[in-house]
């Protein structure tokens, strides 16, 4: 029984590091709204396909808890996604009213795309070392290594991760979340709670 709690402490205490990334709560801002690359980032859903093509599957109902705050209010508000897989691609979106926005991109997939954001390249080429000197970081703003299992995608060799986080500018809690693995290369970007519709 000793061994089960410690075990379930040990994986919450895990889980709760990853969804927190950075030690420090004032995050710097990467701006959605201001990120260019060849993919859609926020478009429609014809722009969407005219792109990428017809996706490899679709979830219909997803959900989101999320917290909208700005000067007149706080609260959370439950909305309703649905969810569209590029699966080979190791990209994602989501969909609402005919618009999708970006959720998931994987850089190992896609060695060679580029997302342009006013300060840095997100890029497979991008390592931790170059954006902790851009943003001047120290090892406090970094969450890792954090343990392989608990990285939002697949992992074969690696065993490790490393985690930075970044507001995105929207009057709401959304965040970027760029993965780098234990080569610290920029290997995958989560954004959440991101709502233009």
């Not at 379930?8 to 927190?20: E, F, G, K, P, Q």
């Not at 979106?93 to 896609?110: H, P, R």
């Not at 809690?173 to 920029?186: Q, T, V, W």
């Amino acid at each position: 029984m000793k061994h089960l709690i410690f075990s379930l402490y040990a994986l919450l205490t895990i889980n709760m590091s990853v969804c927190y990334g950075q030690e420090n709560p004032r995050l710097d801002t990467i701006k959605l709204a201001n990120m260019y690359s060849d993919i859609p980032i926020l478009s429609s859903t014809e722009n969407l396909i005219l792109c990428l093509g017809t996706c490899s599957s679709m979830s219909f109902n997803f959900y989101a808890n999320v917290h909208i705050s700005n000067a007149l209010t706080h609260k959370d508000t439950l909305f309703y996604f649905n969810k569209v897989y590029y699966s080979k691609k190791g990209i994602s979106y989501l969909e609402k009213n005919g618009t999708v926005i970006l959720q998931d991109f994987d850089f190992k997939k896609n060695k060679k795309m580029i997302f342009l954001t006013e300060k840095i390249q997100l890029c497979r080429n991008l390592t931790l070392d170059e954006l902790m000197k851009i943003y001047h970081y120290t090892n406090e703003n970094v969450a890792g290594p954090q343990v392989g299992l608990m990285a939002p995608y697949r992992m074969r060799k690696c065993r490790c991760f490393y985690q930075v986080n970044f507001l995105t500018g929207e009057p709401i809690n959304a965040k970027i979340e760029l993965y780098f693995d234990c080569r610290k290369n920029l290997r995958y970007m989560l954004i959440r709670n991101s709502v233009f519709w």
